[in-house]
């Protein structure tokens, strides 16, 4: 199990000196990724920010290998990875002898949740070796922060803007995770950065795991959510007190919660106060959304916790 | 070396061909008429005659792509597709040529929707002619088959090391039994070897480790793209001395592009694909009547075989190419386009004129090739024609 002492002593693949914005969460979770996965790790990226920033020829952040082939296929792209290590393993051609090595695809909500969700479906039904992180930061924010899948109700975006008579995205975001459930992998799981002793472990679990896991790790935004850079990890810990993002695995089928959640969550708006993609809905006249988005995370949560007392 | 004569449908004989290949990946995903190759492919895994890992995909956005991750392995891998397939992969198409990963895919030629049609023209590789790969073009199940062979040998090079598309025509070549010779198991394997995995680079060397695909802008894209026209301008040379090498082991010539009675001709026919076949015999019919006629067919489209084109083409009066696709609002289809511009600039170039014809499988007999045939010699004799004409449409 993960301690911070051991982590420490880890090499660190993912460098610094990446063009990732001060205060963007994301680079936190590759890093921590890395530092548990260890070198012998093949890391795919699907376009989007966490490529871009760690990419930028000449240079690269990963001390591991790793490929960008496009947006929406990272899955299908590492799947075929993995299977030319399993496909060489057994012709006895591995350019260098490894009984076992991880492969690992990560992808913005974009690249998951909407444009590669065909793509990890298909990879996830057919069993590959692999773990897939969806690095949430609920926009397109490699290209102007525009509204996803997994942009939450009420959030401004580029494309689904408040203006004078629309108050930004109308739906709520889809539920991914359950998504990933429902394909019978053997682990999927959220996280966040700021809980990083539960991330560590959940990423031992999922590459332990004799198939394929899925992470979904929530990643605020500086530019997108538009907060203080300061307060990245605290709006973890906050989206996880407020009960919006529930840190929970699901083992073989199996609901568990990661952490037990607190009698008296924090309500949703102190959440969404320091974000200035929510500024909007604080004006008079839309309290009803605010409402409607307190309404809809008790509701979520209460499905959750059900599916884990059911365990 | 004693070849087996046999009778196999094009889509057979290029599942024998892979299978002698021994390829570690094969990513699949069906579509009429490439389906049976990877029915017949899949057949030899399951009877444990080839060790193929086959990552059955759920499209072929994903076949193209997970062809890419495993090729980047170092492991050698083919997946093959057609038409609405072939659309749909075309973004990854080009990733795969960038990456200069040795992929080796048959497009069984089909025409793209809408609407919606499984017969056979040229217009799926076509639009993927500038995707920087290799194309080999086939007239017959025998040069399907010897062309599913040397395309390892093109791709691998490491003077190449480049995709290559193995076109054949859907349905009349896929699904048409002919008699061929085949090498034996051992002989293919002979000329083809084994991947060298450790020749390149690969994402598995987590000692050396490498990142593929990196965002790549103003200042070095530019430069990149210019090996890539290199790597492909280069690539004739050793094509050329692997066909050489085939073609003294199998007896069956191969070059960039076959001559068919142009010695004299002062009309020349430009086709790609089955329809030389049918044009071998027409030809044959007007030579009986004294008619100065002959056939130039591409073997290789890209490279475009610009110098013997020229050559080739140089002596005649007229040239009638054959599109079997067509570049809407464009000028001409996609043969003739390059035809006219490479004899462009030559000494006494021949009079060019474009046919579009068998748009969606409409059958190309021999009456329509006889017509063909007649309006060529009519603007032979001084006629007035236009540039871009359609063959076999009813109009
Ligand atoms: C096929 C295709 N469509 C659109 C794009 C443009 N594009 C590149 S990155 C991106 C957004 C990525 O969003 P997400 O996956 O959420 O990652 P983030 O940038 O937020 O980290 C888009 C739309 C593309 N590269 N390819
Ligand atoms: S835009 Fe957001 S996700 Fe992208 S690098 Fe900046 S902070 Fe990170
Ligand atoms: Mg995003």
Redesign the interface.
């Known amino acids: 199990m993960a301690n911070l002492q051991t982590l420490s002593k880890c090499e660190d693949l993912l460098t610094g000196g990446h063009r990732a914005c001060a205060g963007c969460t994301g680079s936190n979770i590759l890093r921590q990724i890395m530092l548990t996965a260890g070198?012998?790790?093949?890391v795919?990226g699907a376009t989007g920010c966490m490529?871009?920033v760690t990419?930028?020829?000449?240079y690269?952040a990963?001390?591991?290998?790793?490929?960008?082939?496009?947006f929406?296929?990272c899955a299908?792209?590492?799947?075929?990875?993995?299977?030319?290590?399993?496909?060489?393993k057994?012709?006895g051609?591995?350019?260098?002898e490894?009984e076992k090595?991880n492969f690992i695809a990560f992808g913005g909500d974009g690249g998951t949740y909407d444009i590669g969700l065909?793509?990890l479906?298909?990879?996830m039904?057919?069993g590959h070796n692999m773990l897939y992180v969806c690095y949430d930061n609920e926009a397109y924010m490699n290209t102007g922060i525009q509204r996803s899948g997994a942009t939450p109700f009420g959030a401004h975006t580029s494309t689904a803007p408040a203006g004078k008579v629309k108050q930004g995205k109308e739906q709520h975001r889809k539920d991914l995770t359950k998504i990933m459930v429902a394909h019978n992998i053997p682990f999927v799981a959220t996280a966040t950065p700021f809980h990083w002793k539960d991330l560590a472990a959940k990423v031992e679990k999922a590459l332990a795991a004799d198939g394929p896991a899925f992470l979904n790790i929530l990643m605020p935004c500086t530019v997108g959510w538009g907060f203080d850079p300061a307060i990245g990890m605290e709006l973890c810990k906050q989206a996880v007190e407020a009960n919006f993002w529930p840190l929970f695995e699901v083992e073989n089928g199996h609901y568990k919660m990661s952490k037990k959640p607190k009698e008296d969550r924090t309500p949703i708006v102190e959440w969404l106060k320091p974000q200035v993609r929510f500024k909007h809905l604080f004006k008079p006249g839309n309290e009803a959304i605010l409402e409607e988005i307190q309404r809809w995370v008790d509701d979520e949560f209460t499905k959750v916790q059900t599916l884990c007392e059911l365990g | 070396m004693k070849q087996l004569f046999v009778g196999l449908t094009g889509n057979e004989a290029v599942a024998t061909a892979f299978k002698q290949a021994r390829p570690h990946v094969a990513p699949a995903f069906p579509i009429t008429p490439q389906t049976e190759m990877m029915h017949k492919f899949a057949d030899f895994v399951a009877d444990g005659e080839v060790e193929t890992e086959m990552i059955l995909v759920e499209s072929e956005h994903s076949a193209m792509s997970a062809a890419v991750g495993a090729s980047a392995t170092g492991a050698r891998v083919f997946t093959a597709t057609s038409s609405a397939g072939f659309a749909l992969m075309w973004e990854v198409v080009y990733i795969a040529a960038n990456l200069r990963l040795p992929i080796c895919m048959p497009v069984v030629n089909r025409a793209l929707s809408g609407n919606i049609n499984i017969h056979n023209d040229h217009s799926d590789a076509m639009g993927g002619r500038d995707a920087g790969w290799i194309h080999l073009w086939c007239e017959n199940t025998q040069e399907a088959y010897d062309s599913a062979l040397m395309c390892w040998r093109i791709a691998e090079h490491a003077g190449v090391r480049l995709p290559v598309m193995i076109n054949y025509d859907g349905f009349i070549i896929s699904h048409t039994s002919e008699s061929l010779n085949i090498l034996p198991d051992e002989d293919a394997w002979k000329f083809i070897g084994p991947k060298d995995v450790g020749a390149g680079y690969s994402l598995l060397d987590v000692e050396n480790p490498i990142t593929v695909g990196p965002l790549d802008l103003t200042d070095y894209y530019f430069e990149h793209k210019t090996s890539q026209i290199e790597a492909i301008n280069n690539s004739p040379e050793h094509i050329a001395a692997i066909f050489k090498e085939f073609s003294a082991l199998s007896g069956r010539t191969y070059d960039f592009i076959e001559e068919y009675r142009t010695d004299d001709a002062e009309i020349i026919i430009v086709a790609l694909g089955s329809t030389a076949g049918t044009a071998k015999v027409v030809i044959d019919m007007y030579r009986e009547k004294g008619v100065k006629i002959g056939l130039v067919k591409i073997r290789v489209f890209r490279p475009f075989p610009v110098d013997v084109l020229r050559k080739a083409l140089g002596k005649a009066k007229v040239v009638g190419v054959m599109d079997k696709s067509v570049t809407f609002g464009g000028f001409g289809g996609p043969v003739f386009n390059e035809i006219r511009s490479a004899m462009y600039g030559t000494a006494n170039p021949p009079k060019i004129h474009d046919w579009i014809y068998g748009l969606g499988g409409r059958d190309t007999d021999i009456a329509q090739i006889e017509s063909l045939i007649d309006q060529l010699q009519a603007i032979a004799g001084g006629s007035e024609a236009e540039d871009i004409n359609m063959l076999g449409v009813r109009l």
């Open positions: 070198p012998d790790t093949v795919g490529e871009v990419t930028i020829f000449p690269t990963w001390k591991t290998p790793f490929i960008h082939s496009a929406e296929n299908a792209t590492i799947s075929g990875v993995e299977t030319g290590f399993r496909a060489l057994q012709a051609q591995l350019p260098v490894r090595m065909q793509s479906s298909g990879a039904e057919r």
